[in-house]
């Protein structure tokens, strides 16, 4: 019963963070769904990994798993000095040289909904 009743009390308290929550997570969904700049930012996650993987059984995929982004870092350029520079880097590289204005500012645009759904989601676990 004291479970219950407790649950009872705090029950409006929850229901607004897990709301706010919410609609920050939808905005960084509409942002996703509108943008025009992610799927050709992904495409080319998509071309450097097929180019780097030519030859082998994992080249000239058609697509990636969303794990794989988190991967990036993990190929360094040795050319580089101090060894700073990854594959995430060169990807943004070859991105926003070849990004027109437009692309920048949807990006800015997105950047304060991702980084309140992140630091939610982070708050959360």
Request: hydrophobic share 45%; proline share 2%.
């Amino acid at each position: 019963r004291v479970e219950c009743w407790s649950f009872l009390c705090t029950f409006n308290e929850l229901a607004a963070g897990l709301s706010h929550a919410l609609v920050e997570f939808q905005r960084v969904v509409d942002a996703f769904k509108a943008s025009e700049a992610l799927p050709h930012l992904l495409s080319l996650v998509l071309a450097v990994g097929n180019y780097l993987n030519g030859g082998t059984g994992r080249g000239q995929a058609d697509g990636f798993d969303l794990e794989t982004l988190g991967k990036l870092d993990g190929v360094k350029d040795n050319a580089a000095e101090g060894g700073t520079r990854d594959m995430r880097h060169f990807i943004f590289e070859l991105f926003f040289l070849g990004a027109p204005q437009e692309t920048r500012a949807d990006l800015a645009g997105a950047t304060p909904a991702l980084f309140a759904c992140g630091a939610q989601l982070l708050d959360d676990f």
